[in-house]
């Protein structure tokens, strides 16, 4: 087992987050270089690291943002397809990543609420089935790589969709198997070992597959299905270090 995978199934995610941030910066300058880049924040490596719960991905995680492929994707989607940072929005992070949530924060366009049951990051400790937000209340909602850890996805994607004002967007990502057309889950399996297995992840309860996007537009979204290769080339895709065949769910709400 790699040091890498080692602490991310030892540690637990709240005090991850707050060991990364201590050695985030001797690492970015160990790993300094021009073979990668990460447009977040612009800085280049000769190597990105490793991660994976279960089996590691090579070369993804960038060592500046600790972004993975798909922070970076939807950066690049917010940053190529959106008004995200120009327009006057209020927004909704749920279970905000490290690797957005000071770069949002500073942003005088935005007026930036943060909620998780857990993370350090969180401004409102909240359950994503029972948020305690007003309805019609944000005109931009994030929720990634969330509902796979949540027995109840549809009463989650009920609340995402009920404070998310009409004509606002959410993007809610999650581990999606695309060679999967119906999403897997088992109720039954309840042991960290068995889960990750199944499911990817020690603390999934399932994995998702084609139908994840007809399962948001049951719920009322309307949603674009937005391919990596729709908003980078193939040269960045290499040089961001993207996932070629992920797609970007853009969940609008209807006016």
Not at 38 to 58: A, M, N, T, V, W
Not at 115 to 142: G, R
């Amino acid at each position: 087992m790699s040091i890498f995978k080692f602490l991310l199934n030892a540690i637990p995610r709240p005090l991850l987050i707050k060991v990364s941030y201590l050695t985030r910066p001797v690492i970015s300058f160990l790993l300094r270089g021009k073979r990668y880049t990460d447009p977040i924040d612009g800085k280049k490596f000769r190597k990105f690291l490793p991660y994976g719960y279960e089996s590691q991905r090579e070369n993804v995680l960038a060592p500046s943002t600790l972004s993975l492929e798909r922070h970076r994707f939807l950066w690049l989607y917010l940053k190529r397809k959106s008004s995200f940072f120009s327009n006057t929005q209020k927004v909704l992070h749920i279970a905000p990543e490290q690797c957005f949530f000071k770069r949002f924060k500073k942003q005088e366009n935005l007026s930036y609420l943060t909620c998780d049951l857990h993370s350090p990051l969180a401004d409102i400790k909240a359950d994503i089935c029972n948020l305690p937000l007003e309805s019609n209340a944000f005109d931009v909602v994030f929720c990634n790589h969330v509902l796979e850890h949540v027995n109840d996805d549809k009463k989650a994607m009920q609340e995402l969709f009920r404070v998310l004002k009409p004509g606002g967007f959410g993007i809610f990502q999650v581990p999606q198997d695309l060679n999967r057309h119906k999403t897997y889950e088992d109720f039954k399996i309840t042991s960290p070992q068995e889960r990750k297995k199944h499911f990817g992840q020690y603390d999934h309860v399932r994995i998702y597959g084609e139908d994840y996007f007809e399962k948001l537009r049951d719920i009322g979204f309307e949603v674009s299905e937005i391919k990596c290769t729709d908003i980078a080339t193939e040269d960045e895709i290499n040089n961001y270090r993207l996932m070629k065949n992920e797609i970007l769910p853009v969940c609008k709400k209807p006016d």
